[in-house]
């Protein structure tokens, strides 16, 4: 689609979000879907960097982008091209075959991680599986057996089997059980709760730099550097779950170089794949023991994927690009706090371009919905929290648009408390 039909549409359809757009579902039935997620009642057609459009031509500015999936927008050139061409050439040889995208993209990852080894998969959730398996193999070869990891309350490390026991989330307590054993929560940004948990057991710490789940909390400097030097006073691993924060999200490739630490084992996914599903499971050191046998999978790797991701990183780590994200990202930050102090709400935070903000009350699902009526999608990971995932390429008149649709999402949401409380 050319710019000037992106433009005339875009501009044709913003005179009408303010009106809540019922969408018909068009003769198609959820009827038969296993109940997942909620999802609103649009069907989206079309995507364009940071636009949306549904079936009745309706502009969406998207600043959830798939959960901080779609690093590079909706449909950016440089991924539809390079899926076009490998969709052409080659689309899967086969896990147990080299390719050139395998090798092109673990070497690049590795190389600009400075990570030793690099396993491609295709979910976050499953990267999170890998890094499990890897520390407790470790534990095997190197510190007699040990099993057990730290993870922090709140957490969100995925929705597999491991990854679900590993995870803090309050949501995941009661599901599902028994869990896989050897897990042990400790709260966030607390080093002495983290120094009483370990014991001779204990084969590693696994951390989100920021949790995001959790509603976008940054791990402090200090914690996170104590929590590095804890790992290496007792000889443990310390894996960080980047799958969120990293490939640039956070203002630099991954969130921990921004923290001055090195994990022996990083986890990606998300971002990386701009879209389509890709992950990957990096390891350094003497976290490198993995052998054939032990992390296969039908898909990992796939030829198909391993093009986006390479399109995607090579994208990031162009001159000037995390610049970007930077320098957009502190636009962001202080018109969401200018916000957040003209509606009395709360905390702005986050870093790079993964913001969350704190609601005065738990109106946060309220917001959302509120939101989708002006035309603006955003996610909301706690009753009392919203949280912002856009482009990494977002402009900044577009983070300005989002703060004037969300403006009008606060005066719509306040509208209809003072309605509730009157009647
Ligand atoms: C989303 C997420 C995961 C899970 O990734 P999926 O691709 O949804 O399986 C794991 N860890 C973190 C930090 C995440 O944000």
New binding site residues.
Partial sequence: MNLFNLRRNTAALESSVTEPAPVEPQGLSSACLMPSVERPLQQFVRGQGSWLWDSTGRAYLDFTQG?AVNSLGHSPNVLVKALASQAQALINPGAGFHHRGLLRLSNLLCERTGSDQAYLLN????A?EGAIKLARKWGQLHRNGAYRIITASQS????SFG?LSASGKAEFEALFEPKLPGFCKVPFNDLPALHAAVDSRTVAIML?PIQ??AGVIPATAHYLKGVERLCRELGILLIL?E??TGVGRCGALLAEETYGVRADIV?L??GLGGGVPL?ALLARGSACCSEPGELDGSHHGNALMSAAGLAVLQTVLEPGFIDHVQDAGRHMRDGLSRLSGRYQQGEVRGQGLLWGLNLADDSAAEVVGAALQEGLLLNAPQPDCLRFSPALTVSKGNIDEMLLRLARAFARVRTAQLQRSLD
């Fill in positions: 959960g979910s976050g959730s499953e999170c969100c490390h995925g929705r990854a989100e995001g789940a779950d799958v969120q986890t996914g998300k992950a």
